[in-house]
């Protein structure tokens, strides 16, 4: 695309959308009628392709029955194989090393039973103060199986100024007495990207074994999981990856690890050709087709078919390209429309350390929020202060930045903000 320098004007968003090679993608999305939907890190949109891999699932149940298991459009018996090969390139992996299954928590429980291994004085585990709460409660409980209390096993390196972390801060945090770290690829709030192959490096160089939680970064941002050498990651697959509400995570477990026992064993982890033997001793599969448990979601995995050929067209590195550029131009348009509102961009500013959304800090995020909705733009509202908002490559426009820009700008100028509650609402 041509560089030509930023304008604040309609005209240069239309031109950008005219050198934007992805933009065939947005027709094949049901948007919001008129409206601007910015909040695709929480729950991507379905697409006609999500739609009808998931009717495609419905009609092989419909016309087959039981038969839908081995004959189907898709055999539901090989979907969650077939699906990790799909993920693989957007996580930098083998096919083997990827399986569709569980939620990110559930995921979470399973690879931490399964690499948590605690020995003599090694038996802490290592997260941060910003992580995800969920991921929080799981570690928690996970230590109190173990018969360890959670307020001395669990360290948590704690945040400079609430947004970021320092690499060197979590690094110092590796002693000896650190069995396993879980991280995120990048923060929920702030959407830092943090240096994994870094930090894995440190991780290993200590004889800790590190896991990354990828919600925030799988379908917006590459990953070299294998390159870097991860020991094990996991991710949902509603966020950037448009796969639909509750739609099945994924888990990615370096393939040094294949053959070790999962530690929460279920009889759709065995060896596929084993599996219908129905032996009393469990053989897992030699992939990480063994950390699954029971029997797969099929259609809450069916859309992602459908999703994930999209990724497949479009590759991951212009979808970060094009993330990067939206959001590195809502940034420029805040910056020039907004100044003296009192907002603050809370997420990094360079490219290298920013995730797929922009973090706007304001006062009255909770009631600015409502007002953005009211006035058909979605965003999405984290307490206490955050507006999130997320231009998403695969169908967010370049006017759609501009036009929400300049809907905010409207709601800041006639304070029509103040007719709202600066409270939440119970999902947001
Ligand atoms: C969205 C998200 C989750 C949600 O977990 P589920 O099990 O899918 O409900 C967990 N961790 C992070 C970092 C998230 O962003």
């Not at 309609?10 to 950008?16: F, K």
């Not at 994994?196 to 590190?210: N, Q, S």
């Not at 799988?218 to 050498?229: K, Q, R, Y």
Request: proline share 5%.
């Amino acid at each position: 695309m041509k560089e030509s320098p930023f304008l604040s004007t309609e005209e240069y968003a239309l031109e950008l959308d005219n050198g934007d090679d992805l933009a065939r993608f947005r027709e094949e999305f049901y948007l919001p009628d008129g409206g601007i939907y910015l909040d695709g890190n929480s729950l991507g949109m379905l697409s006609v392709r999500a739609e009808r891999s998931l009717l495609d699932a419905l009609n092989d149940w419909k016309r087959m029955g039981i038969d839908g298991w081995t004959q189907g459009e898709r055999p539901w018996f090989y979907q969650a194989e077939r699906l990790g090969a799909c993920l693989a390139p957007l996580v930098g992996a083998d096919a083997e090393e990827v399986i569709v299954s569980g939620s990110t928590t559930l995921n979470l429980h399973q690879l931490v039973s399964t690499f948590y291994q605690p020995e003599g004085n090694r038996t802490k585990i290592l997260a941060d103060e910003l992580t995800f709460p969920s991921d929080i409660y799981a570690l928690q409980s996970q230590l109190r199986l173990r018969g360890f209390d959670p307020d001395e096993h669990l360290l948590l390196t704690a945040s400079r100024d609430g947004r970021f972390l320092e690499e060197d801060d979590l690094i110092a945090c590796m002693n000896e007495e650190i069995a396993l770290i879980v991280l995120p690829t990048v923060l929920y709030r702030s959407g830092q990207l943090l240096d994994i192959p870094r930090l894995t490096e440190e991780a290993h160089k200590r004889g800790i074994m590190i896991g990354f939680d990828g919600c925030h970064s799988v379908g917006a941002i590459p990953h070299w999981f294998s390159e870097w050498d991860v020991d094990f990651a996991f991710w949902c697959s509603y966020k950037y990856l448009n796969g639909g509400p509750g739609s099945v995570g994924a888990l990615y477990v370096n393939r040094r690890h294949f053959g070790r026992l999962p530690g929460l064993a279920g009889w759709f982890g065995s060896d596929k050709g084993k599996q219908f033997d129905m032996e009393l001793s469990f053989l897992p599969a030699q992939t990480a087709g063994a950390y699954q448990i029971g029997t797969p979601h099929i259609l809450s995995m069916a859309p992602l078919f459908g999703a994930l050929s999209m990724f497949e067209e479009a590759g991951i590195d212009r979808i970060r390209q094009k993330s990067l550029r939206q959001t590195g131009y809502l940034m420029e348009l805040l910056a020039v429309e907004l100044s003296g509102h009192g907002f603050a961009i809370g997420n990094p500013p360079g490219d290298a350390r920013r995730g797929g959304h922009v973090c706007l800090e304001h006062p009255e995020a909770a009631r600015i929020c409502k007002a953005l909705k009211e006035n058909g733009v979605i965003p999405d509202f984290r307490a206490p202060n955050v507006i999130r908002l997320a231009p998403v490559a695969l169908y967010t426009s370049y006017h759609d930045v501009w036009r929400a820009v300049q809907i905010l700008k409207r709601i800041m100028e006639e304070r029509t903000y103040e007719r709202y509650e600066n409270k939440r609402g119970v999902v947001a």
